[in-house]
C-alpha cells in the first residue's frame, strides 16, 4: 500500500469504528498532491481508496477512533476532524504556534508543542472543556513526541538530544539509557516497557526498541520499500502496541524536487 505525495508520517490506526489493528492508516499530504493546505486522510490497507477529512497536518486517533486531532494549515489551532458523520471541532490558539499533537486517554484532554512568540517550543497540556494550555516541559524541546498508551508518560527529545520521560501526572523527567544520540522515538509497545526509536538518515532505517528501564535495546526492523530507486529517507514509523503491523513514509527524490512517498 502506498500514496503518493504523503508529506509526513502516517498513523498507524489502532481500533478505528471496529476495524482490526493494522487495518487503516492516518496521513497528511502536502507538497503539490496537496496544492496549498496540508490534507489529513484515512485510508483502509484493504486498497480502497484514501478519504480526505479535512485541511490539517499531523493527524492522531482519538481513543475511540471516530475522530482524528490535528493542527489547522496556519498552525494557530488545533482541528477534531471526524472519521465518519459529524462536525468538525477548531479550537483556536491565539499567540501559539502549534507544531504537533496527541491525545490523552479519554478524550477529555490533549497534549500539543508549540511556541508562543520569542519563545521556544515546549510540550502543553489543555482540557478539551474550556481549558488553557499547561506547560509540561520547558522550552526548547524537539516539535514531535510521543505518549504511552496509558497515559503516564511522554517521550521528549530535549535540547541536548536526549530522550527523556516526562510523568504527565507531575513529577521529575527520566532519561531514557540505552538511546544513542540521534535517535527519534517513533512508537511504545502496549506494556510500555519498550520505546522505538529510529535514527533519520540511515538506509535502510533501523528501527531498534529499548527497554527505557534498563537500557537493553534489540533491532527490531529495517526498513526500505520494495524499489528503492530515489529513496533517500525514511521519514517516520507507527508501530501498532503489539508489534504485528507498521506503516511508514519515505522520502522520494524525484527530478527536478524530491517528493514523500
Known amino acids: 500500500l502506498s500514496f503518493e505525495e504523503i508529506g509526513s508520517a502516517a498513523l498507524l490506526s489502532r481500533a478505528i469504528a471496529g476495524v ?8 497528511n499530504e502536502s507538497g503539490e498532491g496537496a496544492r496549498q493546505n496540508p490534507a489529513t486522510y484515512y485510508r483502509k490497507t484493504d486498497g480502497s481508496p484514501a478519504k480526505k477529512l479535512g485541511d490539517a497536518n499531523w493527524p492522531k486517533r482519538s481513543p475511540d477512533g471516530s475522530s482524528v486531532l490535528a493542527v489547522s494549515p496556519a498552525s494557530d489551532a488545533l482541528v477534531i476532524l471526524p472519521v465518519g458523520p459529524g462536525e468538525v471541532h477548531h479550537l483556536p490558539l491565539p499567540g501559539y504556534s502549534v507544531s504537533f499533537p496527541a ?5 477529555r484532554t490533549v497534549l500539543f508543542t508549540g511556541n508562543q512568540a520569542g519563545h521556544g517550543i515546549r510540550l502543553y497540556a489543555m482540557d478539551l472543556e474550556g481549558g488553557k494550555p499547561r506547560p509540561l516541559t520547558p ?5 514531535t513526541f510521543i505518549v504511552s498508551p496509558s497515559g503516564a ?3 521528549v527529545v530535549d535540547a541536548k ?9 507531575g513529577g521529575d523527567p527520566v532519561v531514557c539509557p540505552g538511546i544513542e544520540p540521534g535517535e527519534i522515538p517513533q512508537d511504545w509497545s502496549a506494556e510500555e516497557t519498550w520505546l522505538y526509536v529510529m535514527k533519520r538518515g540511515i538506509l535502510p532505517g533501523r528501527v531498534y526498541r ?8 534489540e533491532l527490531w526492523k529495517e526498513i526500505m520499500p ?8 525514511i521519514a517516520r514509523v507507527a508501530i501498532t502496541p503489539d508489534g504485528r503491523s507498521y506503516a511508514y513514509s519515505c522520502l522520494l527524490y524525484t ?3 524530491p517528493r514523500d512517498r
Open 226 to 233: 520494495p524499489d528503492p530507486s530515489g529513496i533517500t529517507v
Open 139 to 143: 522550552e526548547g524541546i524537539a516539535a
Open 153 to 155: 508518560f511522554a517521550a
Open 255 to 257: 527530478s527536478p524536487s
Open 210 to 217: 529499548v527497554n527505557w528501564q534498563t537500557g537493553r535495546r
Open 20 to 27: 482490526a489493528d493494522g487495518k487503516a492508516v492516518f496521513f
Open 103 to 107: 491525545w490523552l486517554p479519554g478524550a
Open 161 to 169: 538530544h536526549q530522550v527523556l520521560l516526562y510523568p504527565l501526572a
